[in-house]
């Protein structure tokens, strides 16, 4: 989301450089796709030169692909972007677009061709039989007056350009650009139905908008020699160009979806704060000295092209999360709540708790995820679920002991109820007990929050509450928590077993075992979705992109976003995946997962299983007392494992999945359907 890039407030417009025009940048998304994070610094560039310079930045909406226009995705990416003046739609303005093709036209700058689709392709078989690049030959370009169209054919329209010599711009950020015009042929600019192709809609709105400077990706650079020849045919004064480099993976290549989230809005979804975000991605490519921290006011301040490097810069996730937890400690208590809640809405019920304890929590989040998670000590329902660890302090008779003689001793306690005047009723109670202060922190920090680690026991009890703290620990007492087990490991194969498999690389996985279990055999983890878009080939599919602990989120394909509202499927939303599915083609989209739901018989009604809060995302579910390794990733055929899975694979009465009558567990507890019971899941 630009939203989460940007605020931007409108500004007086004012000169740029040798040109008296004053200055006015523009981003211009086509919403055929979630913003990637390289369009949401290209927006922050624009916008930070404009204020800089004291002009305006507009926003564009490049809509004219109706097959690939995606509405939800032009909603999210656009709906937090304050700008100046109206949005433009370029849909909106075929006419104009068709006005100045056919001025051109009038004026013999640009003709009508009638070339065929399968003439075209000949051309271009000729070509490559010449190892030649293809260029439109202008087969139409100099027709006579006396010249008769063939019949049925509508025609395109195409520019006439220069023949000779070369076109070139001093670019803002490359420096000198040339390109010779034999290279640039007599492209298209309207197409057969009368609709503008992107070059002409670009030119004409740029002009239009009064755009000074267009500052865009690296990757239009090849663009702008044509887009050149269409302001000189209309008489234009063409704008500045700035072409800032790509953005990097670690690994040096072009950043993509196996490296990461690459959605602006994927960002917000995973709790990193709009000024790190801003923050981060003015570094990239742009510096000021040797400053890594900054706020927007001193960017706008400090922002110019020059400053620009030529070079590719790389997106390092760890440098993004550490800047975050900066931020994150700087941020106001009250906004913190806002935008934690707007992610989690879950967290309204306790907003009084969380803004009590948000210095205890700040410290202990780098997003607003780890922020949510700090937090569990707060949000948490009774009875707690204790960690593994920390029931070892809870569940033995002495522990229990300690635990009832604490609940004793605060009950009786009618003092005030903060840090400061509790800390000496407890170590009253240990000195009185003869216990070491540790002998009775530890049985309470498992009983109050069912974790090993926490903020200090004393802002715990305060935060939580007389009450709360009395009733937990009553709960502990009574033995009422469940107590969070992992998943059931398989034995470590002998030593010399290992070393021989060490030393494979990219060998056959061992065969599963022949008396595993079939569930075992499939690799069911916790994933988070982190992004959603509809099929672009078909009605009634959508992808997803699923983040399931692995070096690279998995991409899925199926119907299931139909049965939801776009809030209720989206970003941030926990699914279970079978993740070893040999993935499968779904209308040309290569799907590698199955995401697991409940269903009645004729899949009127459908329901994502539902992961209980806690459960960590690539964490691989289980069944008590079922053992075994999956089998190879992305190597499991539908109808070999999954025809014995399937039939036993139901929600129980109480909704509850299970297989074979067995709860399927996360380390949090069972997964269950919202609504269904003794339903199939598949």
């Known amino acids: 989301l630009v939203l989460t890039l940007i605020t931007i407030v409108s500004g007086i417009m004012a000169a740029s450089g040798a040109s008296s025009r004053p200055v006015v940048t523009r981003f211009a998304p086509s919403p055929t796709g979630y913003l990637h994070i390289g369009g949401g610094r290209t927006a922050l560039f624009s916008y930070l030169y404009a204020r800089h310079h004291g002009g305006k930045f507009r926003l564009r909406i490049e809509d004219t692909d109706a097959e690939r226009h995606d509405e939800d995705a032009e909603g999210d990416g656009m709906a937090w972007l304050e700008h100046d003046g109206e949005i433009v739609r370029q849909s909106q303005r075929k006419a104009r677009h068709q006005e100045v093709a056919n001025k051109l036209i009038a004026e013999g700058k640009a003709y009508k061709c009638y070339c065929s689709k399968e003439e075209l392709e000949a051309m271009r078989a000729e070509a490559d039989a010449k190892k030649e690049p293809f260029r439109y030959p202008g087969t139409y370009r100099n027709v006579g007056p006396d010249f008769v169209p063939p019949a049925g054919v509508e ?4 520019i006439k350009t220069d023949e000779e010599g070369s076109t070139k711009w001093d670019d803002k950020v490359q420096g000198t650009i040339e390109f010779p015009n034999k290279d640039v042929d007599d492209f298209i600019i309207l197409r057969a139905d009368g609709s503008p192709t992107y070059l002409l809609a670009v030119v004409v709105d740029d002009h239009d908008m009064e755009i000074s400077d267009v500052i865009r990706g690296s990757d239009h650079i090849s663009n702008t020699p044509r887009q050149l ?3 000189k045919a209309c008489g234009w004064e063409p704008p ?6 790509l953005i990097h993976g670690m690994d040096g290549q072009k950043l993509s979806k196996r490296h990461g989230a690459t959605g602006v809005e994927q960002y917000e979804a995973l709790g990193y704060l709009p000024e790190a975000m801003r923050n981060y991605l003015a570094r990239l490519s742009w510096s000021h000295g040797n400053d890594e921290i900054f706020s927007t006011e001193q960017a706008i301040e400090w922002f110019d092209l020059a400053q620009c490097s030529k070079s590719a810069s790389c997106f390092d996730f760890d440098k993004l999360k550490d800047l975050n937890a900066h931020y994150v400690k700087e941020c106001d208590n009250d906004r913190l709540y806002n935008l934690a809640s707007k ?5 309204a019920p306790f907003e009084a708790k969380l803004k009590q304890a948000v210095e205890m929590l700040k410290p202990r989040a780098k997003t607003l995820v780890e922020y949510k998670e700090a937090a569990e000590f707060i949000t948490g329902k009774r009875p707690l679920t204790l960690e593994a660890a920390a029931a070892k302090n809870v569940v033995n008779d002495k522990a229990k002991q300690v635990i009832a003689d604490v609940k004793e001793a605060l009950a009786a306690y009618d003092g005030p109820w903060d840090a400061e005047s509790l800390e000496p009723v407890i170590t009253k109670f240990a000195e009185a007990k003869g216990l070491k202060l540790g002998q009775v922190a530890q049985p309470l920090r498992g009983a109050l929050t069912g974790s090993t680690a926490s903020p200090g026991i004393y802002e715990v009890m305060w935060v939580v509450g007389k009450e709360d703290v009395l009733g937990r620990l009553d709960d502990a007492i009574q033995g009422l928590n469940v107590v ?15 070393k021989k498999e060490e030393k494979k690389k990219g060998g056959a996985p061992a065969a599963a075992a022949a008396d595993q279990p079939e569930f075992t055999k499939l690799d069911i983890k916790i994933g988070l979705l982190t992004k959603t878009w509809h099929h672009p080939d078909s009605d ?3 992808c997803e992109e699923i983040d399931v602990g692995e070096e690279n989120p998995r991409q899925v394909c199926s119907g299931l976003r139909a049965h939801y509202e776009a809030d209720k499927f989206c970003a941030g939303r926990k699914v279970v995946v079978v993740c070893n599915l040999k993935p499968a083609k779904m209308a040309g989209f290569e799907s590698a997962g199955m995401v697991l739901c409940a269903a009645n018989e004729d899949h009127s009604k459908v329901e994502l299983l539902e992961v209980p809060e806690g459960a960590k995302v690539g964490e691989r579910v289980y069944i008590e007392g079922l053992s075994g390794e999956p089998l190879a990733p992305n190597q499991v055929a539908k109808k070999s494992v999954l025809k014995y899975v399937l039939p036993d694979l139901k929600t129980d009465g109480s909704c509850v999945a299970c297989w074979q009558g067995k709860p399927i567990l996360t380390s949090a507890g069972p997964i269950k359907s919202l609504t269904m019971a003794e339903s199939p899941v598949g």
């Not at 025609?155 to 195409?158: A, G, I, N, Y």
């Not at 500045?240 to 480099?245: A, L, M, R, V, W």
């Not at 992610?343 to 967290?347: A, K, R, S, V, Y």
């Open 155 to 158: 025609p395109v329209v195409r």
């Open 229 to 231: 020849q269409i302001y």
């Open 240 to 245: 500045f160009f700035g072409h800032i480099p």
């Open 343 to 347: 992610i989690f809405p879950e967290l």
């Open 484 to 498: 969070k087990e992992p998943p059931a490991k398989a034995a470590a194969p002998p030593k010399e077993e290992k």
């Open 540 to 542: 009634k599919l959508w």
